[in-house]
């Protein structure tokens, strides 16, 4: 009963961020540490290098004293590490038996034997008291089920190590209740717990132990019992950046009503009010899966609005396609840059050129030199890094890419009213970050109404005039600047 | 149970081909009363049996999410070497032996470029078939070698009753590939990796490993079939087989198949190739002309996709409310 396991100096470099530095942490047998921390701290990397799925650059992980070197997630298993992602690693069109013995079937001489995985199968189901046929295919069961499916997986293994990350985030009260009954189960058999969750009464329910992460370090480790929800959010939030925003120059003249939502519905989101100036920064913060982009979605014509309505430029619009928000004047940079923004394999003249294109067309064709120009200015105004135009955007670091993206929208050969910014500084580095601060209050001094959504609450809150917090779809808060505080947002956003 | 069993299968999509193959080969037969003869029967399974040994590795390779466009100019080439073989005065076993293990290679050659270079099936595949084709023009000088072995004549062109040696082959290893698919934990493991191919990782199954073993088995099943292929019309040739792989690609999804893994069976397939054969070899009975016939086949492919579209969207719309 005296296991433990053992981070010592864990770090990992992705291209431009630090995701994880100097992490050292222990976790004992019988307890359950939880590990806390916003988005982008560090946590899934963790979690993926201790299952194997990730090499970290320098440090390592023991277990009981023994130092292990994880090359594949088989190496992981076979060392008692089992982790529960919150992604589900369910094959749709397989039976539940199967889901659960996946990679382990029983049965000698390579035959399976299917009565004893049915019958082991119905055995671990009762355990949790759930009402699931063996035989079902995974994918025929309501989400929740297959999250009891995932979590069975790593009870089967019977792991030393199970590590959950936001398990309860597509579970019902009901399951949550099954979840910790099997999590105590766990610890009062010796398994060393790691659960990673955001939400912070369900960590003092089930852990014994915190730890936080900021920016791919550990802040500080508390015992459970001995700490309350403050001091938490207080070590998530910690940080100081003070400088960057403080030179902002921003824009202080704010012109009419540009944009008003009226208790808009889609299957998202419920009911969301609010409303935007000209040159109006307005910050959406809130948590992954708050039903931010799902808004930026709706306003732009990609989600089936339900009911409410949409006031743009004084007119009440009902877009069928993003083709017509962005004839109106509206432009969304999307969150996932690579795969919705950018098409990569072409240069940046190409990218900028993109949604103007029938604007730089002479006679039948393309005017290569207006094209050009086009391209050419907006890497001088933003300082995109690159040796020309015809560089492939594929080429470029993250923040250059997200400069192209800005450029696109903002040439003169377009029109844009209103700039729908998705985590516009993700994984860019924190110099890059600085210019593209400054590029966002410089469309508001032109004018332009900018929604900028980010889960990275010092910037939203230091950079946008104002602050709209979210969670479950809904708005939960507003905040000026001068009013926000990491702690206060944070505690909206995390409002029951 | 046994209700159960029987209930879903007449539900299923093998049950719903079974009834049109019936349906065609009534039609046919009305039409033309030698559709259901002996001999046209024997030579609707001998016409089966090249696509059909073929669909047998390839529908391993797609249920696990892979495909290899090459195996039909694997087969071809693979014609040509046990010809050559042959020709050399070996002894028919030994030359069909190593013509497998030479199918082996070109199948090692596959998962090279797909499991460790990192090339997608699809394309790696169509680069080899090139190859191969080229490769065939080659060592055969662009014309057919012909087999004097008579022993050997007897896998392509021997029979047992009704049932032509390539149909029996053939069938045996549908019987073997599907118990090994269903019965073994690697069978479980393509399943695994054809579903999810990160599940599967992280479960501790090494998917670039299963994917390898598939492409080295499709190539020595290819370099089989083009093998009984050359038994039964006496020559390795540089046209041979070759196309028979669409066949085989067709019938297997036409069969229940995903194209992008994870689900079907080979006992799909078979029934597949069945259809797609029995249907070919009617329009031959009804004396339809030749180009329409190319016409027709691509007719019954899409019209049968169109049923298994509207049963599907049917299927999920009923599955809507429980979730």
């Known amino acids: ?496 | 149970m046994v209700g159960v069993k029987v209930g879903k299968f007449l539900r299923g999509k093998i049950a719903a081909l079974l009834a049109v193959i019936l349906v065609v080969a009534a039609i046919f037969t009305i039409a033309n009363k030698s559709y259901m003869s002996p001999k046209n029967i024997m030579a609707l399974m001998t016409s089966v049996s090249l696509s059909g040994t073929l669909a047998v590795g390839l529908g391993c390779l797609l249920i696990s999410g892979h495909v290899d466009l090459a195996s039909g100019t694997e087969g071809c080439i693979a014609g040509i070497v046990v010809a050559l073989l042959l020709g050399t005065g070996m002894p028919w076993p030994v030359a069909l032996l190593l013509t497998i293990a030479f199918g082996c290679v070109m199948g090692l050659v596959n998962a090279f470029l797909v499991n460790t270079l990192g090339f997608m099936a699809f394309i790696a595949t169509i680069g080899m078939s090139s190859v191969y084709k080229g490769l065939a023009l080659v060592i055969s000088n662009g014309s057919n070698v012909s087999i004097s072995n008579q022993a050997f004549y007897d896998i392509g062109s021997g029979s047992i009753g009704i049932f032509p040696a390539p149909f029996i082959m053939m069938a045996a290893l549908f019987a073997v590939y599907t118990l090994i698919l269903k019965f073994t934990k690697f069978g479980r493991a393509v399943y695994l990796c054809g579903g999810n191919v990160s599940a599967a990782r992280l479960a501790g199954v090494s998917p670039k490993r299963v994917s390898s073993i598939l492409f080295v088995n499709s190539g020595a099943i290819s370099a089989f079939a083009g093998a009984v292929f050359a038994a039964r019309v006496h020559m390795g040739g540089p046209n041979n087989v070759f196309g028979a792989e669409m066949d085989a690609i067709a019938a297997s999804v036409l069969g229940g198949v995903s194209f992008t893994g994870g689900s079907g069976g080979l006992g799909g397939a078979f029934v597949g190739l069945i259809l797609i054969n029995a249907f070919n070899n009617g329009l031959n009975a009804i004396g339809l002309q030749a180009y329409w016939q190319t016409a027709a086949q691509g007719v019954i492919l899409i019209a049968a996709l169109l049923v298994d579209y509207f049963g599907e969207r049917g299927r999920v719309r009923a599955l809507k409310p429980a979730s």
């Not at chain 1, 359950?32 to 990730?54: C, M, P």
């Not at chain 1, 808009?264 to 409303?275: G, H, N, P, Q, W």
């Not at chain 1, 098409?343 to 290569?368: C, G």
């Not at chain 1, 391209?375 to 080429?395: H, N, Q, W």
Request: hydrophobic share 40%; net charge negative.
């Open chain 1, 1 to 496: 009963m005296d296991g433990h396991i053992e981070f010592t100096g864990i770090g990992k470099l992705f291209p431009g961020v630090q995701a994880l530095a100097d992490v050292s942490f222990r976790a004992e047998s019988g307890q359950a540490l939880a590990l806390l921390g916003e988005n982008g701290a560090g946590k899934s990397t963790l979690l993926k290098i201790l299952s194997g799925d990730v090499r970290p650059d320098s440090g390592a992980i023991s277990i009981d004293g023994r130092p292990q070197n994880f090359q594949s997630p088989l190496d992981a298993l076979r060392a008692g590490v089992s982790v529960i992602y919150q992604e589900r690693q369910l094959v749709p069109t397989g039976s539940v038996a199967e889901n659960i013995f996946a990679g382990d079937l029983p049965g000698r001489f390579g035959i399976v034997d299917y009565g004893a995985l049915r019958a082991r199968t119905a055995e671990i189901v009762g355990k949790f008291g759930l009402n699931i046929d063996p035989d079902e295919p995974v994918g025929r069961l309501p989400i929740a089920r297959q999250q009891m499916v995932e979590i069975m997986k790593a009870y089967r293994r019977d792991s030393a190590v199970i590590a959950f990350d936001e398990p309860t985030a597509s579970l019902t009260d009901s399951e949550i209740a099954v979840l910790f009954r099997i999590i105590r189960e766990m610890k009062a058999n010796g398994k060393i717990i790691i659960y990673v969750s955001h939400r912070l009464s369900e960590i003092f329910q089930i852990s014994d132990r915190i730890a936080v992460l900021k920016d791919g370090r550990l802040v500080t480790t508390f015992e459970t019992s001995a700490s309350n929800e403050d001091e938490l959010i207080r070590a998530m939030v910690g940080r100081d950046l003070g400088d960057t925003y403080a030179n902002l120059s921003r824009n202080d003249k704010f012109g009419d009503t540009l944009l008003e939502a009226r208790e808009l519905e889609t299957e998202y989101i419920r009911k969301v009010s609010f409303a935007l100036r000209r040159g109006e920064v307005l910050g959406f913060a809130g948590l992954v899966g708050a039903g931010r982009t799902e808004l930026a979605r709706a306003i732009f014509g990609a989600d089936r609005v339900l009911s409410g309505s949409v006031i743009f430029n004084g007119e009440e619009v009902s877009f069928k396609s993003p083709k017509d928000a962005i004839a109106a004047g509206i432009a969304l940079c999307p969150e996932d840059r690579k795969e919705q923004g950018l098409v990569l394999f072409r240069s940046i003249r190409d990218n900028i050129a993109m949604p103007v294109l029938q604007k730089l067309k002479r006679l039948l064709f393309l005017d290569r030199r207006a094209d050009q120009k086009l391209a050419e200015s907006a890497i001088e105004r933003y300082g995109i890094r690159t040796t020309g135009a015809d560089k492939l955007v594929a080429e470029l670091s993250g923040g250059n890419q997200q400069k192209v993206i800005l450029g696109r929208w903002t040439s003169e050969k377009i029109e844009t009213k209103l700039l729908i910014l998705d985590e516009p500084t993700k994984g860019i580095d924190v110099g890059t970050k600085a210019e593209v601060y400054q590029i966002i209050c410089d469309f508001a001094k032109q004018g332009i109404g900018v929604i900028f959504i980010s889960s990275e609450l010092t910037e939203v809150i230091n950079v946008a005039d104002r602050i709209l917090v979210m969670k479950g779809g809904r708005i939960t808060g507003e905040l000026a600047r001068a009013e926000a505080t990491e702690e206060n947002v944070l505690a909206l956003a995390m409002s029951e």
